[in-house]
T-cell receptor, first 114, second 115 residues
């Protein structure tokens, strides 16, 4: 079985500041890891995913995440926040590479202050 | 429109009534997934189709829930005898079959309110 813990249900940053959203996972087998973003009243959009290979993964909109097996973490970062980044972010784990049986964290609401 | 389409976007129903939601996946995608998202939580997996075959069902999918995907195209999710605890956003996603490293595309969801 797998699980995801997102530390901080709400994160606020100033525009232009570093964004850091934390995700720790638990999995009995090598995991596939995902970050999704959800805007109000919208579905989920994939930001990035780790399957195999390079542990630093770059995604859309300037986001990246690093898979650290020893820390069981997959934190999401962006060097400079933009107002349009305000949304809810979900970390997810799966033993499959696709959307089969994704286990999501409870989400982190990102607020970007002007 | 080439995205995943869900209908209706919102549904308000009285407790005890039956409701049915529809999902139209991206046309060339043969995998289809249903997830449920309650307020303040991440989505939870409900079920998965490959073409018309329902291959996986979560234990969250009680006997009151049934999903179909006739002819491997659109899918329906029916909830019988709705309860207030069924109030949630129901999300549909689809992905192509080829390979494991494929992205799933989510629809905008159907928000169900049971009163």
């Amino acid at each position: 079985a797998q699980s995801v813990t997102q530390l901080g249900s709400h994160v606020s940053v100033s525009e232009g500041a570093l964004v850091l959203l934390r995700c720790n996972y638990s999995s009995s087998v090598p995991p596939y890891l995902f970050w999704y973003v959800q805007y109000p009243n919208q579905g989920l959009q994939l930001l990035l995913k780790y399957t195999t290979g390079a542990t630093l993964v770059k995604g859309i909109n300037g986001f990246e995440a690093e898979f650290k097996k020893s820390e069981t973490s997959f934190h999401l970062t962006k060097p400079s926040a933009h107002m349009s980044d305000a949304a809810e972010y979900f970390c997810a784990v799966s033993v499959y590479g696709s959307a089969r049986q994704l286990t999501f964290g409870s989400g982190t609401q990102l607020t970007v202050l002007p | 429109d080439t995205g995943v389409s869900q209908d209706p976007r919102h549904k308000i129903t009285k407790r005890g009534q039956n409701v049915t939601f529809r999902c139209d996946p991206i046309s060339e995608h043969n995998r289809l997934y249903w997830y449920r998202q309650t307020l303040g939580q991440g989505p939870e997996f409900l079920t998965y189709f490959q073409n018309e075959a329902q291959l996986e069902k979560s234990r969250l999918l009680s006997d009151r829930f049934s999903a179909e995907r006739p002819k491997g195209s659109f899918s329906t999710l029916e909830i019988q005898r709705t309860e207030q605890g069924d109030s949630a956003m129901y999300l549909c996603a689809s992905s192509p079959q080829a390979g494991m490293n494929t992205e799933a595309f989510f629809g905008q969801g159907t928000r169900l309110t049971v009163v």
